[in-house]
């Protein structure tokens, strides 16, 4: 066995995981050079987080103002970030998903003051009970679960969806807007309270405008969106 393959491998046995674009060795689920090349979310809408070419608001947010105040997001969806969030959601990779809920996590930091950050409860897009018993779990949960360790925030689940929908990924915004209307009540009393609503990916914004509504008519003060990815227009 040569130098560099005994390294190799000296390394697979102390550090197991692999990086799961490279396949390198790493300690976690993406080595540092793979997660620091993923698609960051530079330029985008100041209200909904659409990619822009330059900051401001987009056309959506201009003619109509959304429910929700804000929307925060690490990632633009494409590249290896569609593949990435597949993986968490449909194959159980929890640990991905985790890793890339810590980069929410530091741009959280990064960007909101800190007063208002601690007096955030964390608010995860809840699934219909039959959907949770299909896929095993809660992709929003988890992320809000990983927020929650990192920033100290506290998290209510204060939303209830009250019937297990069709996939709304091929849905066109008028279709999802149709399709989320009347489907969420709040379970809990959010009055007066500043809520960071956690999901994976912000792609239309429909799930996110029903939810906050329902959110504001229960009395919160603001809601602000976060997830993993935004989706750009074209998508």
């Avoid at 005994?6 to 689920?29: A, G, I, K, Q, V």
């Avoid at 970030?81 to 597949?86: D, K, M």
């Avoid at 890339?100 to 409860?121: G, I, N, P």
């Avoid at 069709?166 to 379970?187: D, E, W």
Wanted: aromatic letters at 4%; hydrophobic letters at 40%; one cysteine or more.
């Amino acid at each position: 066995m040569s130098i560099s393959a005994l390294y190799r491998h000296s390394l697979t046995l102390l550090l197991p995981n692999h990086c799961f674009l490279c396949d390198e060795p790493c300690s976690e689920s993406l080595c540092t050079p793979c997660l620091q090349a993923l698609p960051a979310l530079t330029s985008c809408c100041s209200t909904c987080a659409l990619p822009l070419a330059s900051d401001g608001l987009c056309g959506e947010c201009q003619r109509q103002k959304p429910s929700f105040d804000g929307c925060i997001c690490p990632y633009s969806y494409q590249e290896q970030i569609p593949a990435l969030i597949n993986q968490f959601k449909h194959q159980r990779h929890i640990a991905l998903g985790k890793l890339l809920a810590q980069t929410l996590a530091v741009k959280l930091r990064a960007t909101q003051a800190a007063d208002e950050l601690a007096s955030s409860v964390l608010v995860p897009v809840p699934m219909h009970w039959r959907g949770l018993l299909s896929r095993g779990f809660n992709q929003a949960e988890v992320i809000a679960q990983e927020l929650s360790k990192r920033l100290n925030l506290p998290l209510a689940r204060a939303i209830r969806k009250k019937a297990n929908t069709r996939h709304q990924q091929n849905l066109k915004r008028k279709q999802r807007l149709n399709n989320s209307r009347n489907l969420f009540v709040a379970r809990t009393e959010t009055a007066k309270k500043r809520i960071l609503l956690v999901d994976d990916v912000m792609t239309t914004g429909a799930t996110a405008e029903a939810i906050s509504a329902v959110l504001k008519q229960a009395g919160a003060e603001q809601v602000i969106v976060v997830a993993l990815a935004r989706t750009p227009k074209n998508r």
